[in-house]
């Protein structure tokens, strides 16, 4: 994601209209969503801009990165095997 006052590019804007066209059917779309969430330009980073204090923060303490299960164990992935 783009750093507070930093433009959207071109490319970025277009990663988030499709994104946002395949959550209007998301039952319909789930491989390409699940596919399109492995793009390292929609993860959270391990520390995000607090607006109020002015600084930087850790979304926990000792967080290193919001690294995902994905597909959370247990459920199946879109090839079918199990998480």
Do not use: K
């Not at 994104?19 to 059917?25: F, G, M, N």
């Not at 969430?37 to 990165?65: F, H, K």
């Amino acid at each position: 994601m783009p750093g507070p006052g930093t433009p959207v590019g071109d490319d970025l804007a277009a990663l988030f209209d499709r994104l946002a066209a395949l959550t209007r059917e998301p039952d319909g779309n789930l491989t390409a969503l699940r596919r399109l969430y492995e793009d390292e330009r929609l993860r959270v980073p391990a520390t995000v801009d607090n607006a109020i204090l002015g600084r930087d923060e850790p979304l926990w303490p000792g967080c290193d990165a919001l690294a995902l299960d994905w597909p959370p164990p247990g459920t199946a992935r879109p090839d079918g095997q199990r998480g």
